[in-house]
């Protein structure tokens, strides 16, 4: 079945870099887009963009453009979220989301918390 | 950019009773190539991710209880919860994926009364 396991959670100091990881299992990887969506604490649901894990060419929405990197390692199945010069308000989960064959997202990573203080 | 607006933010409803949330894009969401309606449905608990209820405004996803139900077209959506099961207390979301940025709705937080 498929599953996308995500890194551990991770506590940082503003400014700072992050690199969270989607390892993903149980289907082609190169064929369906990962997206990245993210929560803030209490708060809604955020699409940040999405990588085509067949070109690797990101999209990213407004407000994540600059200090967000989408990337892949094809070669273990893995999706990557860096954030560079962290500030508080990246404190939130972040979650990878495949994007199946219905062109809804169908699949969901565990989440990854990233907590941002000095 | 498609702004998605759910209502109500909050509902509570007696167990085995209706849940109607409401959900209404500012632009069509109807793909009139393929007659499909780009508009999902997710349900979320504390403290997990997201799940899938609904794809194409109206399909079940497999494994989803037929108590859930999607309905509408163009901008004007509904996901009813038929009888309302403990389990469904939870926050829901709509999303669009008919265009990029792929918006989701505020979410409606769904308690027992």
């Known amino acids: 079945q498929v599953q996308l396991v995500q890194s551990g959670s991770e506590l940082k100091k503003p400014g700072a870099s992050v690199k969270v990881s989607c390892k993903a299992s149980g289907y082609t990887f190169t064929s369906y887009t990962m997206n990245w969506v993210r929560q803030a604490p209490g708060q809604g649901l955020e699409w940040m963009g999405w990588?085509?894990?067949?070109?690797?060419?990101?999209t990213y929405a407004q407000g994540f453009t600059g200090r967000f990197v989408f990337s892949l390692d094809t070669s273990v199945f893995t999706a990557y979220l860096q954030i560079s010069s962290l500030k508080a308000e990246d404190t939130a989960v972040y979650y990878c989301?495949?994007?199946?064959?219905?062109?809804?997202?169908?699949?969901w990573g565990q989440g990854t918390l990233v907590t941002v203080s000095s | 950019d498609i702004v998605m607006t759910q209502s109500p933010d909050s509902l509570a409803v007696s167990l085995g009773e209706r849940a109607t949330i409401n959900c209404k894009s500012s632009?069509?969401?109807?793909?009139?190539?393929?007659?499909?309606?780009?508009l999902a449905w997710f349900q979320q608990k504390p403290g997990q991710p997201p799940n899938l209820l609904i794809y194409w405004a109206s399909t079940r996803e497999s494994g989803v209880p037929d108590r859930f139900s999607g309905s509408g077209s163009g901008t004007d959506f509904t996901l009813t919860i038929s009888s309302l099961q403990a389990e469904d207390v939870a926050v829901y979301y709509c999303?669009?994926?008919?265009?990029?940025?792929?918006?989701f709705g505020q979410g409606t937080k769904v308690e027992i009364k």
């Open positions: 632009q069509s969401v109807l793909y009139f190539s393929n007659s499909k309606n780009y």
């Open positions: 990588i085509n894990t067949n070109t690797g060419n990101p």
């Open positions: 989301a495949r994007e199946g064959p219905h062109y809804a997202i169908d699949s």
């Open positions: 999303q669009q994926y008919y265009s990029t940025p792929r918006t």
